[in-house]
């Protein structure tokens, strides 16, 4: 956590401050969600409550939070209210080992007559030296919640809809997993800074075309059989249509959450954006350089800052990590974009067709994508 009190707090700070930034971002992805919608089938959507319906997320707030509580006859009271709970956690403690913006260095000052720093803040709550293996670890628990609010609720269709949804992540895992090792491959590293500063290098080369492109050396020139393996895959892994067959309303009422509302229903919801959030900010770090500026690496975007900024060293600093911190939730917020665009676009799978898809076509290329990659690196290793 730190050597002082004051780096103590920071990181303490900053831990509560990416975990509500998760939290707080998931009511405006469900405005964009049903405004988005709105405009995709040519109706308004909510646009009544606030300007342009954005307090209608409040009000919405209000009414989860007075909910009657609910608890099935039969159901089981432990394993019921838990799942919610264990929905939330894994795609909030993934998302906080993602970094989302460069180290802000703090050099030495005084404050209050003592003498703090140097500081290095990374712009994560954690890091760890095996993200990748870390998150989609953790990650993978939030299969059980699903399989726990189908138990505990003691209804069929509740059941039914939890056990489609463990043999849908079980299917898809291993596609998302695979379609990654390439690019895990061509990065040399498990370490999420280090796969940013391997594309923030010069694309000079890429299949025997020369180029002189600085800062461009981003994944998807490596790999775009491998993002869009991994990009479909995410649909799947985070129950979003045309994969959500465990929340099938037409068959299931609503799944595994059937006997859910209020502030648990919330919860679950909470955890579907999560992974989503998750989802996105794992395809621009590995495929679309995390929080680069095309062309630009993070000391010229802090050069370029210091000539407009005339501020101090450590401001400075803070400037830079803020400017590439916008610039990562830009990339990442036209990925959940392309969620909800796919949503309210594309119809649902059968599910033999999403096990079929799964098994038979998905796994067999993130396969041959490992495969070709490292047939590629060997060659490019001989010459």
Sequence with gaps: MGHDVFEITINSVKMLVIFLLMVQLVPVLVWVERRGSAFIQS???????????LTQL???????????EFLPEHGYGLIFYAAPILALIPA?????????????????FLWNGHSFGPYDFEFQSFHFGVGIVYVLGVSSLGAYSLLMAGWGSSNKYSLMGALRASAQTISYELALGLSLVGAIMVFGTFDFSEMIHFQSQPLTSLLGVHFNIPALNWGIFYQPLGAILYFAATFAETNRLPFDLPEAEGELVAGYHTEYGGLKMLMFYIGEYGHMMVGSALMVTFYFGGYLIPGMTV????????????IGANPLAI?????????????VLFFLWVFVWVRWTLPRFRYDQLMDLGWKTMLPWALANVIITAGWMLFKGMH
């Design 43 to 53: 109706r308004l959507g909510p646009n009544r409550v606030g300007p342009l319906g």
């Design 58 to 68: 409040l009000a919405d707030a209000v009414k989860f939070l007075q909910k009657e």
């Design 92 to 108: 909030a403690l993934a998302f906080a080992s993602i970094p989302l913006s460069a180290p802000i260095h703090i050099n030495q």
């Design 299 to 310: 000391e010229q975007v802090h050069n370029l800052l210091g000539t407009w900024l005339h």
């Design 319 to 331: 400037v830079t990590a803020l400017v590439l911190h916008v610039v990562f939730f830009i990339k």
